[in-house]
């Protein structure tokens, strides 16, 4: 696993759809990424579906996906 960067999605949906779509653009070759609540990894899930391949979101809480 290599760490590509870290950005705070303000524990909110949309912040993790801004930080995900920041760190897709950033960089576009990602296969995974790690939300720290269930909102940003839904925000998470949501921007990375508009990717083609779109990377595999996950969340160390697992209660709401």
Known sequence: VKVLGRLSGAWT?????RATLDMLQANP???ALIAANDHMAIGASLA?????PNPQVGNPDQTSH
Not at 13 to 17: A, F, H, L, V
Not at 48 to 52: E, F, K, N, P
């Open 29 to 31: 070759t990602i296969t």
């Open 48 to 52: 990375s579906a508009r990717r083609s």
């Open 13 to 17: 949906t949309e912040g993790g759809n």
